[in-house]
């Protein structure tokens, strides 16, 4: 069966109220951003392609380059990250000298579904401080309409 935007965004909306959990990956038991994107891959995809390696609440401060990119260019499809559409996945950076370090699904032109430290995953506006965060955008592999 064909991977569709439709499958991709309500995969990504069932996982709304999933507590925040550090290196989780279970819808309703708990999740960070990349759990919420690798469980969106294995509903939508099947097995995840690698297995993701431990990593620190603060990781990405003492990284060098782009790890969270690096690791999403192996497997999804880059695309402008000015032209991201429904079901594309978007990596932010906190600040201009620091890696990419969160992940959302978008829902919709201006919606995007997240996990966020603190909180249950939740869709909500892709506002003007997230648009000036946004670092790379990326697609599903195989992704039809």
């Given amino acids: 069966m064909p991977l569709t935007r439709t499958a991709i ?3 990504a909306r069932s996982w709304i109220g999933t507590p925040y959990r550090h ?5 309703h038991v708990g999740c960070d951003c990349l759990g919420l994107v690798r469980g969106v891959w294995r509903a939508t995809m ?3 392609p690698e297995r993701t390696p431990p990593y ?3 990781w990405a401060e003492a990284a060098s380059g782009e790890p969270l990119a690096e690791a999403a260019a192996r497997h ?3 695309v402008d990250r000015d032209a ?3 079901s594309d996945v978007l990596l932010f950076r906190w600040r201009k000298h620091l890696p990419a370090k969160h992940m959302a699904i978008v829902t919709a032109p ?3 579904v997240h996990a966020h430290d603190g909180a249950c995953v939740a869709e909500v506006a892709i506002a003007p401080w997230w648009r000036r965060r946004l670092a790379y955008a990326f697609r599903f592999p195989g992704v039809v309409d």
């Avoid at 290196?23 to 819808?27: D, F, G």
Wanted: glycine fraction near 8%; proline fraction near 4%.
């Fill in 76 to 78: 999804l499809v880059p």
């Fill in 9 to 11: 965004v309500d995969e």
């Fill in 23 to 27: 290196q989780a990956s279970l819808k």
């Fill in 56 to 58: 620190a609440a603060g």
């Fill in 46 to 48: 099947g097995t995840e």
């Fill in 110 to 112: 201006d919606l995007m």
């Fill in 84 to 86: 991201f559409c429904a």
